[in-house]
């Protein structure tokens, strides 16, 4: 049921997504396939990343993994108006879903869950910037996501798509910070599951780190995991990441490449 | 006299800087005044969406998705799917500036220039009767077709309502709705996920946008460095015909 909002055209009343006919037939279906289809329990799926497609803010990427697709631009360092005197800088992240990312369609109105992983990517974020050099300045991480194929692979994503902007911005930092999310299917740990295996899954498990300095800056679990198999999925994902960051610092290494040409 | 940098110059004095450009009877990048960005548009990226198209005019980058849902039609028009309430269409386009898109826009509600752009996209949309109105009826009185034009701003870079409206009518022409079928006894819609029926589109009404600058100069495609410095924009909306669809004009406007 959509409210009226009066900033924009409305539709109907009340509408409703189209109801289709083999999902009627899917949920009679009770036996799910053993092993994953298409890839390994350990790959990751291909990520294209790159900076720059944004020319009016300071610093942009853009994201893609297979269905998930999202761009990020950073605006910043900048004056931050009508605000005390703060002595560290402030990182604000802001993450926006177009209405036609996700399979039902969106209201533009922003929710509970854009705000729950703008804090989930601020939090993977921070750790990583010298806010200490921009007193009385506030840096700007807009995020939107075109394409959604499950959360925990949006919060990865957008978190490697931000530090890859800020980087494109020019902001220190002590490190670039890559992502990964995984899912218990099981017994066994699958990495960065689409929307359809988390479903599956009894636990996932996302964690974002700084593989120059060996350091984890944010864990997201949700599910049933006992502490062995928490601390496996944490080796697992850091594996992972320093593969992540190779594809984020040769993306980089190529738009400084192409601008200097 | 001191040397100034070209790019500090700019920054600093930018109508002096538009001035010298145009006197020499080209613009700051590079083009004619009568000359166009080059466009390019790709359909069909976005799964989740039943049509999509992507539209680049120079750095201006716009993102158009079409999503489909089914209501109930209006009482008096039972077979029209909603189009024809002046405000309201079948069609439900809406136009997002973000503030991803340029330093202009804060976070928040949607400003002026969005609510404006969507306001015209409206216009034109229920104006050039884009799809004829009956063919998002699936059960008169029943179930109807809405769709969900929504356009996002990923760059702007000017003239974001031919861009806009291209990415519309692209998306639009690369959807494909599924079949549905009315069941009078269970009073419900089950669509089909293997056949889909692409829209049939009966006009493509095309923009063209310029601004007038010093009362002398006209300039097409202005970019968002020229647009503040324009006193008055003209915008033309045609169909493939050639009958024209609208004219928007705006601003101080004589032109000797």
């Not at chain 1, 990343?49 to 900048?78: D, F, H, M, W």
């Not at chain 1, 974020?125 to 921009?134: M, Q, T």
């Not at chain 2, 990048?29 to 198209?53: C, E, F, K, L």
């Not at chain 2, 969005?114 to 179930?143: F, Y």
Request: charged fraction near 20%.
């Amino acid at each position: 049921m959509a409210s009226f909002d009066r900033r924009r055209i409305n539709g109907p009343e009340e509408s409703r997504p189209p109801v289709f006919e083999d999902d009627e037939d899917a949920e009679q279906i009770s036996v799910t396939p053993k092993t994953r289809k298409g890839r390994a329990n350990k790959d990751i799926r291909p990520i294209f990343l790159t900076t720059g497609l944004i020319s009016q803010a300071n610093g942009s990427s853009y994201i893609e993994t297979e269905k998930t697709k999202i761009a990020c631009a950073v605006y910043g360092p900048r004056q931050i108006k009508n605000a005390p005197y703060n002595e560290i800088g402030k990182l604000n992240v802001e993450v926006k879903f177009a209405p036609f990312s996700c399979s039902r369609r969106r209201a533009p109105l922003r929710d509970a869950e854009d705000r729950s992983i703008s804090v989930l990517i601020q939090q993977s974020l921070l750790p990583s910037l010298r806010l200490e050099l921009l007193p009385k300045s506030g840096i700007d991480v807009f995020i939107t996501i075109i394409e959604n194929d499950g959360v925990e692979a949006c919060v990865a994503s957008g978190a490697v798509a931000a530090s890859t902007a800020l980087a494109d911005a020019g902001i220190e930092m002590f490190g670039l910070v890559t992502s990964c999310a995984s899912a218990m299917v099981e017994e066994e740990i699958w990495l960065d599951p689409t929307a359809e295996e988390t479903v599956r899954a009894r636990a996932s498990f996302t964690i974002a780190c700084i593989p120059a300095l060996g350091t984890v800056t944010n864990i997201w679990q949700t599910g049933q995991l006992t502490a062995e198999e928490a601390i496996c999925c944490l080796e697992a994902c850091q594996t992972c990441c320093r593969d992540i960051h190779n594809v984020m610092a040769s993306a980089l290494l190529n738009s400084q490449a192409a601008k200097c040409s | 006299q001191k040397q100034l940098d070209p790019s500090v110059f700019q920054r600093l004095h930018p109508r002096a800087y538009l001035e010298r450009f145009l006197s020499e009877g080209i613009r700051p990048d590079g083009r004619d005044p009568d000359a166009w960005r080059s466009v390019s548009i790709n359909v069909g990226s976005v799964t989740t969406a039943d049509g999509s198209a992507l539209v680049r005019i120079g750095k201006t980058t716009m993102i158009c998705g079409v999503k489909a849902e089914i209501a109930e039609p209006e009482l008096d028009r039972p077979e029209c799917g909603f189009l024809g309430n002046y405000i309201n269409g079948n069609k439900v386009p809406n136009v997002d500036l973000p503030a991803l898109c340029s330093p202009r826009f804060k976070p928040g509600p949607p400003g002026d220039e969005a609510q404006i752009l969507s306001a015209r996209l409206n216009e034109i949309c229920v104006s050039s009767e884009i799809l004829p109105l009956n063919s998002l009826c699936i059960h008169p009185g029943k179930a109807v077709w809405v769709l969900y034009v929504d356009t996002t701003c990923l760059n702007y870079d000017g003239n974001a309502f031919d861009a806009a409206l291209l990415a519309t009518i692209a998306a639009l022409k690369n959807t494909r709705l599924p079949k549905a079928t009315y069941n009078e006894d269970t009073t419900r819609t089950i669509c089909s996920r293997k056949v889909t029926i692409p829209l049939q589109l009966q006009s493509l009404p095309l923009s063209a946008s310029f601004g007038i600058f010093d009362s002398s100069h006209l300039l097409s495609d202005p970019t968002s460095f020229e647009e503040p410095l324009l006193e008055t924009f003209i915008t033309v909306v045609m169909d493939e015909k050639g009958s024209l669809s609208s004219v928007i004009q705006s601003g101080l406007a004589t032109v000797g």
